[in-house]
T-cell receptor
Framework: GAGVSQSPSNKVTEKGKDVELRCDPI?????LYWYRQSLGQGLEFLIY????????KSGLPSDRFSAERTGGSVSTLTIQRTQQEDSAVYLC??????????????FGPGTRLLVL | DAKTTQPTSMDCAEGRAANLPCNHS???????VYWYRQIHSQGPQYIIH???NNETNEMASLIITEDRKSSTLILPHATLRDTAVYYC?????????????FGTGTLLAVQP
């Protein structure tokens, strides 16, 4: 079956530009998560959505980062005025959510962002 | 969520069992042990999870000690495609957030 998909798979941008990264979760999954993995760094949590609400935004590194989710499905992570330190792989994951009785997260392939 | 300690790296011969240890001595009664792996340039992949009983699925077995302070992930017949970073994560079920806190994991290198 279809897994989590992300687009674009690769993105190169110039410092100061805005970028939008998209995540399509597994159909029926109400929970969605964004993580990022910088070169040489571990995976770090950014934000968690349950439906269209984000009860945990604690991992967003600055106010240049925002995310939204519409229709309980697709999510967009936006980075404004990109900086070189934003270069990383941005990973999206989804899970059935609390009502599903399981919280196993399934990850997409990631978007590799390079800020020049 | 409880912290975990894993060896930085391990080697395993192809076809042999790979046993990956994880210490989680501060685990609480309502915290699960999850294992994920990340093959180079891919997103993390769920392997298995458990609370206190040993678990087995088509990918691996998870052995949790009786006191729950440590666990071992077993890949029964490792192949070259099992070369990856393996993450042991302890996480409370439910709660306001379901975020995973990844440590540095164990780089398993399966040798031909």
């Amino acid at each position: 079956g279809a897994g989590v998909s992300q687009s674009p798979s690769n993105k190169v941008t110039e410092k100061g530009k805005d970028v939008e990264l998209r995540c399509d979760p597994i159909s029926g999954h109400t929970a969605l998560y964004w993580y990022r993995q910088s070169l040489g760094q571990g995976l770090e949590f950014l934000i968690y959505f349950q439906g269209n609400s984000a009860p945990d935004k604690s991992g967003l590194p600055s106010d240049r980062f925002s995310a939204e989710r519409t229709g309980g499905s697709v999510s967009t992570l936006t980075i404004q005025r990109t900086q070189q330190e934003d270069s990383a792989v941005y990973l999206c994951a989804s899970s059935l959510g609390p009502s599903g009785g399981t919280e196993t997260q399934y990850f997409g392939p990631g978007t590799r962002l390079l800020v020049l | 969520d409880a912290k975990t300690t894993q060896p930085t790296s391990m080697d395993c011969a192809e076809g042999r069992a790979a046993n990956l240890p994880c210490n989680h001595s501060t685990i609480s009664g309502n915290e699960y042990v999850y294992w994920y792996r990340q093959i180079h340039s891919q997103g993390p992949q769920y392997i298995i999870h458990g609370l206190k009983n040993n678990e087995t699925n088509e990918m691996a077995s998870l052995i949790i000690t009786e006191d729950r302070k440590s666990s071992t992930l077993i890949l029964p017949h490792a192949t070259l495609r099992d070369t990856a970073v393996y993450y042991c994560i302890v996480k409370r079920a439910g709660g306001a957030t379901n975020k995973l806190i990844f440590g540095t994991g164990t780089l398993l290198a399966v040798q031909p």
